[in-house]
């Protein structure tokens, strides 16, 4: 399996914002959608966003619509989730993930996790 490596969580107050970055060790087309899914404590992992190396496809969930966007740097493998006007129910860990494809995003791989709190 291909390594995911995340970087970019931590604190921030609500109305802010966090970038979250996730780099694939080799490209494949295991790993040609990337994005993240979170997950709360005591709730179950839910799905972020992804995109398409390829074909450029995105994918949202309707929570962070209009908040979140995500970009790619195909030459880096490497995939970013800009997360702005956070709240605090965005508080999760977060996992970059891999796949076949962004829409529907079912992945095939996943990183360690890194935390994003967001305080009231």
């Known amino acids: 399996q291909e390594r995911l490596v995340e970087s970019g969580g931590g604190l921030v107050q609500a109305g802010g914002s966090l970038r979250l970055s996730c780099t694939a060790s080799?490209?494949?087309?295991?790993?040609?959608?990337m994005g993240w899914y979170r997950q709360a404590p005591g709730k179950a992992r839910e799905f972020v966003a992804a995109?398409?190396?390829?074909?450029?496809?995105?994918n949202f969930a309707d929570s962070v619509k209009g908040r979140f966007t995500i970009s790619r740097d195909n030459a880096q493998n490497t995939v970013y989730l800009q997360m702005n006007s956070l709240k605090p129910e965005d508080t999760a860990v977060h996992y970059c993930?891999?796949?076949?494809?962004?829409?529907?995003?079912?992945?095939?791989?996943w990183g360690q996790g890194t935390q994003v709190t967001v305080s009231a």
């Open positions: 995109m398409g190396f390829s074909d450029s496809t995105t």
């Open positions: 080799r490209r494949t087309t295991e790993t040609d959608a």
């Open positions: 993930a891999a796949g076949w494809i962004a829409d529907p995003f079912q992945p095939l791989n």
